[in-house]
């Protein structure tokens, strides 16, 4: 099977975790995208979605399907997203798509975090895939000098500016063995918006894209 193939397999599998007649949280990316298109067979089923970016929102409301204020929500059941890298544990690094603020806080208010991946996503330990940070642009350099000094090598993500306005620094080189620890250290420096290390809001259960099919982790 291919990369895609198993996306759109995973993406299908989390209907099962939806609640019908609740708002459901939506993550961003290309898997996520997969999730979206098999979520609309059941739109006329659920409450509506609370999106994690405009480009999750705007595909969401192409099928049709009602998009939520955050705000207006205090809880959600189920929130789906992917990740570009989970551990055994459950942590993953997010925001290849540049989302990871929005996604924190949609994961923030859900009661269970399903993540969908194939299994190129899968690792022992974090880190080889390039860590992003959310900054405000003025910080940029200040928290890459940061980050160099834990060890990464921060390179600013060129011509992207997030939703929320703010700058992504992708650090390379770091070998994350304490992801919680590192979450929290890094997301109190100043100009620090959010670090994509999701070791707090981590998965509660991972449905994992493979050859054999999917497999579920939890
Ligand atoms: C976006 C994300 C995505 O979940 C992550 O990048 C995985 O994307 P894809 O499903 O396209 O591989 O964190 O900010």
């Given at each position: 099977m291919t990369q895609d193939e198993l996306k759109k397999l995973v993406g299908e599998a989390a209907l099962a975790y939806v609640v019908p007649g609740t708002v459901v949280g939506v993550g961003t990316g290309s898997t996520v995208n997969c999730f979206i298109d098999a979520l609309a067979t059941m739109?006329?089923?659920?409450?509506g979605a609370v999106s994690s970016s405009e480009k999750s929102t705007e595909r969401l409301r192409a099928h049709g399907i009602t998009v939520l204020d955050?705000?207006?929500?205090?809880?959600?059941?189920v929130y789906i997203d992917g990740a570009d890298e989970i551990d055994h544990r459950g942590h993953m690094v997010k925001g290849g798509g540049a989302a990871l603020t929005r996604e924190k806080i949609v994961a923030d208010t859900a009661e269970r975090f399903v993540c969908i991946a194939d299994?190129?996503?899968?690792?022992?330990?974090?880190?080889?895939?390039p860590l992003p940070v959310e900054v405000i642009p003025m910080a940029a350099a200040q928290v890459a000098r940061r980050l160099e000094a834990l060890g990464g090598q921060p390179t600013l993500r060129a011509g992207v500016v997030t939703d929320n306005g703010c700058h992504i620094l992708d650090v390379r080189g770091?070998?994350?063995?304490d992801p919680a620890a590192m979450e929290r250290d890094i997301n109190q420096?100043?100009?620090?918006?959010?670090?994509?290390?999701?070791?707090?809001?981590?998965?509660?259960?991972c449905l994992l894209g493979t050859a054999q099919g999917v497999k579920t982790l939890t």
């Open positions: 739109k006329d089923r659920i409450a955050s705000n207006t929500v205090p809880s959600i059941p299994e190129s996503k899968l690792v022992d330990v974090l880190g080889a895939f770091l070998r994350i063995t420096w100043p100009g620090v918006v959010t670090v994509g290390i999701f070791a707090r809001n981590r998965a509660s259960v």
